[in-house]
Nanobody, 123 residues
Framework: QVQLVESGGGLVQAGRSLSVSCAFSGRTFSRYTMAWFRQAPGKEREFVAAISWAGSNTDYADSVKGRFTISRDNAKNTVYLQMNSLKPEDTAVYYC????????????????WGQGTQVTVSS
């Protein structure tokens, strides 16, 4: 069974940077597309970024394009989300997700989810 554990969330001022990580275990990491989603209070979960199994293809939500970077280290079974120029509207619980299908921004395409890590951006 796949397990995903996020880490690295916290409180940061607007304009600063923060990186979150997701450790994968239980299956062969390099066979999975990985993604980050987020959910703010009172809002639906939304797509943030995704990366293909080899890391050669990525996709981003328009709201984070140019500010966030998703990457992966298949040797360490870990996916990362580097967040720069953070804004208060980036405040949310960030979830890591894994899928055996190709890149997708749809939450329903992802089979496995982590518990989430809180990111709070103060103004």
């Amino acid at each position: 069974q796949v397990q995903l554990v996020e880490s690295g969330g916290g409180l940061v001022q607007a304009g600063r940077s923060l990186s979150v990580s997701c450790a994968f275990s239980g299956r062969t990491f390099s066979r999975y597309t990985m993604a980050w989603f987020r959910q703010a209070p009172g809002k639906e979960r939304e797509f943030v970024a995704a990366i293909s199994w080899a890391g050669s293809n990525t996709d981003y939500a328009d709201s984070v394009k140019g500010r966030f970077t998703i990457s992966r280290d298949n040797a360490k079974n870990t996916v990362y989300l580097q967040m720069n120029s953070l804004k208060p509207e980036d405040t949310a619980v960030y979830y890591c997700a894994a899928s055996t299908v190709i890149l997708s921004p749809r939450a329903t395409a992802y089979n496995y989810w982590g518990q989430g890590t809180q990111v709070t951006v103060s103004s």
